[in-house]
């Protein structure tokens, strides 16, 4: 799949910034930490600079455009986000929601966009004071069981393992504690993901999540890979619309990373 062919038709479009999906900005950032070639770092750079200057997704995108582009002017555009999460409402639990009177969490793509970049923030600038309050946060998060793979499970998932990757393992107490999270989590999602239909969708997010976490080494990849590798595969780098795109690039990044170096 020629994901160059479809980044450069997409940002010719005219997009109001709401429109801009989070996983097509995370994807076209997982296809540039990925490329192999000058010419391909250049081209998913500057992807990248457009379409986070176009949208109004600052995520982990942010992080990767403060090393690879411009230090100071990036930090300002992290630190205003960073600002606007420490005054974003929380409920009982300590998860973003809607506001004081309507404390149901955000929707997870401001979820799936938050936890990662905030992760992310501490990792870089903040000397890791916040790492337990993650903990505290994805536990509550962490279904009691699952009959069936949701877009919500794939969505909790796609959030901790990017999560777990944002972080130093050197405050090893709350890194293990997330991993044990994650690891119990997926054992619960195996037996539905293994036995019935799944959604194309959440497949596709199911199957970067296991492929990056073999990757990273959170999963045993003898176990685990092969389901995974056989969920992208059956999704043939799907491009319906933007969220699956941007899924497909991001599935594609981690299928690429860890056959190359396993």
Known sequence: ??????????LREEKAPGEISIFLVTGCMEQYLMAET?????????????????????ARN???LHDALD??????IIEDKMESLRQCPRNSDGIFCESAENPVPK??????????????Y???????????????????????????????????LMMLIDVIDSMSQEIFEHYRALKEIFKRTIKKSIPPLTSQEVDKKAGLAMGYVIVKACSIKVLNSEKYVHIGLSLIDAADGALEDEGMAGLSMMADSVKRQFLKYE
């Open 1 to 10: 799949m020629d994901y160059k062919i479809y980044l450069d038709q997409y």
């Open 38 to 58: 000058e010419e391909e770092k250049n081209f998913f750079l500057s992807s990248l600079k457009t379409i986070t200057d176009k949208s109004s997704v600052r």
């Open 62 to 64: 942010l992080f990767v």
């Open 71 to 76: 230090h100071e002017f990036y930090r300002g």
């Open 107 to 120: 929707p997870w793509d401001f979820l799936y966009e938050a936890y990662p970049f905030y992760m992310s």
């Open 122 to 156: 501490e990792t870089y600038f903040h000397n890791k004071a916040d790492y337990g309050d993650f903990y505290l946060q994805m536990r509550k998060f962490e279904p009691a069981m699952i009959r069936s793979v949701t877009w919500e499970d794939a969505c909790f």
